[in-house]
């Protein structure tokens, strides 16, 4: 079965640059969720998008934008880079219904921040 | 949110059974207790969940307390590739906070 792709897999960046990662959902699914899991930490729920549309909105620093687009992808824009910033970031995607439905989890683009 | 509570770690020997316990005393009427697993290297996986009733399905089983202010999370045959931390979410809408969950390691 098709699983959620993530892109790139891995990413090293220069502090002060910007990084674009990439996420592509399960096909139908219609929810999006971006979260940040930094060494040694839990998972941090960073946003999430329904329908191209912000659902909620976690603790992504204001240095941060993404959004959900027509074919249902979503892009993690993050400028002004920072050291602390390095992190997995796992996007996941679920089809939306009343009984909190699952989310399957991408394998994550590792981010160095140097 | 409210909030789960789970011990940091535990271990179990492999083919036997686990037991990961989880509070959640400020559960509300309305909130889905969630179960994810994260193996190493890898993404957040579900496991089960459930609302007031036992839950069962092929990874585990769910025994939800009658007060609703505790669960746990059963594995009934603990093998290697269980070795994960196993987190205990509460869910009042479709987005999901994850707090410390338990790492289990599964012995040979």
Not at chain 1, 71 to 88: C, Q, R, T, V, W
Not at chain 1, 89 to 108: I, V
């Amino acid at each position: 079965a098709a699983g959620v792709i993530q892109s790139p897999r891995h990413l090293i960046k220069e502090k002060r640059e910007t990084a674009t990662l990439k996420c592509y959902p399960i096909p139908r699914h219609d929810t999006v969720y971006w979260y940040q899991q930094g060494p040694g930490q839990d998972p941090q729920f960073l946003i999430s998008f329904y329908e191209k549309m912000q659902s909620d909105k976690g603790s992504i620093p204001d240095r941060f934008s993404a959004q959900q687009f027509s074919d249902y992808h979503s892009e993690l824009n993050m400028s002004s880079l920072e050291l602390g910033d390095s992190a997995l970031y796992f996007c996941a995607s679920s089809l939306r219904d009343n009984d909190r439905e699952t989310q399957y989890f991408g394998p994550g683009t590792r981010l160095l921040v140097l | 949110d409210a909030k789960t509570t789970q011990p940091n770690s535990m271990e179990s020997n492999e083919e036997e059974p686990v037991h990961l316990p989880c509070n959640h005393s400020t559960i509300s009427g309305t909130d889905y207790i969630h179960w994810y697993r994260q193996l190493p290297s890898q993404g957040p996986e579900y496991v089960i969940h459930g609302l007031t009733s036992n839950v069962n399905n092929r990874m585990a089983s769910l025994a939800i307390a009658e007060d609703r202010k505790s669960s746990t999370l059963i594995l009934h045959r603990a093998t290697l590739r269980d070795a994960a931390v196993y987190y205990c979410i509460l869910r009042d809408d479709n987005d999901m906070r994850f707090g410390a969950g338990t790492r289990l390691t599964v012995k040979p």
